[in-house]
């Protein structure tokens, strides 16, 4: 049985859940690890009371409107099938056991190390722990998928890395195996977050649509 990270609803939020983008005054993910234990994902998976911590990661190069995020569309027959089609801005999964006993998590905590190994496992790109920025939270309960979620937003500046644009979209895509992946700026980005906006009259998912008009 596969266990993940995961903090009481009534924990996280004491009044009600507050919706969309946060930043990241709101919540002190760090304070609240002490009322965080790791349980059973596929009974998690089910039950609304509890939300999954998840490092969320945007990735980019540049900065400003010209700055280029890294986008990709999930392949229609996706792990997870009610996300399946859309595209997204994010790279991201559970934190785990094993993210405890890490190197990294003593020199950047438990959080910031699992989005660095997430970053490995989901991409094949490795930056240092610089170029990660907690940038804010996503919380929504719009559908079964991001209800028992909590996204940790981070931005992840690619510029530090040598390899092009096109050998990092290739790195990319035979790592996370999307249908397709593509640059987009962030000016194009923010005209794509209605329904079917995205490219080839797709959408992007709700944490992506939250993520782009919370950060930009």
Known sequence: MRSILVISRINLFPGLSPQGFLPTTDINLEALQPDMFFAERDFM??????????????LHRGSGEDARILCYQRKVKHTETRLGG???????GHIEPIDREDPLTQEHGLLR??????????????????ALKLCGFINSDSND?????????????????????????????????????KWI?????????????????SSFEDWSNIAINGIY
Request: proline fraction near 4%; hydrophobic fraction near 40%; charge should be negative.
């Open 45 to 58: 998976e089910q039950c609304s009371h509890f939300k999954q911590i998840i490092p969320y990661l945007v």
């Open 86 to 92: 859309l595209w997204s801005v994010g790279f991201g």
């Open 113 to 130: 190390a699992s989005a660095l190994r997430e970053l490995v496992e989901e991409t094949g790109l490795t930056v240092g722990g610089t």
């Open 145 to 181: 998928v991001s209800s028992v979620h909590f996204g940790a937003v981070y931005t992840i500046s690619l510029d530090e890395l040598p390899d092009s644009d096109d050998e990092i979209l290739t790195t990319v895509s035979e790592q996370a195996e999307p249908h397709q992946a």
């Open 185 to 201: 700026t962030v000016a194009d980005l923010k005209n794509m977050t209605g329904e079917g906006a995205a490219p080839d009259g």
